[in-house]
């Protein structure tokens, strides 16, 4: 069964600041992995869809990277802002039988200081 | 853009009553999901549909039943509701299989059962 860690589980830095969120995940079989933000008390957000063959992909300020073969994925934010608050999860998509949906992180709790 | 919408942002009910949640999605996608989210545990999967009248069951099923009459809407049901359903549930859908698809999802709706 696949499982997904996202480290730090939280992070408060300056606005500004150049960010790397990480995410890991056991079973490295997958179709793609998906990004995602989440406000408080919304549902989610896609940011970014990463196709198991693709090694980035980009939109705005974010770019998030793909390591298949070891499990590993982060996503980078860049010039920060306070708009960036949110927690944001990872969530990879694996090509086995079972749900054929997603498999979540417990997400990195962003905080961004004016 | 694709929209998935949600009956109530909130809802409350009493212990042993029968929720209903719905869920419409407008952009003619072939699956849909229910998750529900509690802090500390992540997003789980409850029930998923890959097609009308089809319905698959998730990693925690157990006390939920689903419907999906129409391929737009797909609705979760409490059968007889309990505290320990409390929490918040989230309605995702996406294109369909075998196509490296996005998930979306709609606003959410936090369920208190009393």
């Known amino acids: 069964k696949q499982e997904v860690t996202q480290i730090p589980a939280a992070l408060s830095v300056p606005e500004g600041e150049n960010l790397v969120l990480n995410c890991s995940f056991t079973?490295?079989?997958?179709?793609?992995l998906q990004w995602f933000r989440q406000d408080p008390g919304k549902g989610l957000t896609s940011l970014l869809l990463?196709?198991?063959?693709?090694r980035e992909q980009t939109s705005g300020r974010l770019n998030a990277s793909l390591d298949k073969s070891s499990g590993r994925s982060t996503l980078y934010i860049a010039a920060s802002q306070p708009g960036d608050s949110a927690t944001y999860l990872c969530?990879?998509?694996?090509?086995?039988?079972?749900?054929?949906?997603?498999?979540f992180g417990k997400g990195t709790h962003l905080i961004i200081q004016p | 853009d694709v929209k998935v919408t949600q009956s109530s942002r909130y809802l409350v009910k009493r212990t042993g009553e029968k929720v209903f949640l719905e869920c419409v999605q407008d952009?003619?996608?072939?699956?849909m999901f229910w998750y529900r989210q509690d802090p500390g545990l992540g997003l789980r999967l409850i029930y998923f549909s890959y097609d009308v009248k089809m319905k698959e069951k998730g990693d925690i099923p157990e006390g939920y039943s689903v419907s999906r009459e129409k391929k737009e809407r797909f609705s979760l049901i409490l059968e007889s509701a309990s505290t320990n359903q409390t929490s918040m549930y989230l309605c995702?859908?996406?294109?369909?299989?075998?196509?490296?698809?996005?998930?979306?999802f709609g606003p959410g709706t936090r369920l208190t059962v009393t």
């Open positions: 969530a990879p998509r694996g090509s086995g039988g079972g749900a054929d949906g997603l498999t």
């Open positions: 952009m003619d996608h072939e699956n």
């Open positions: 995702a859908s996406s294109l369909g299989p075998g196509i490296p698809y996005e998930q979306y």
């Open positions: 990463i196709q198991s063959s693709q």
């Open positions: 079973d490295s079989a997958i179709y793609n």
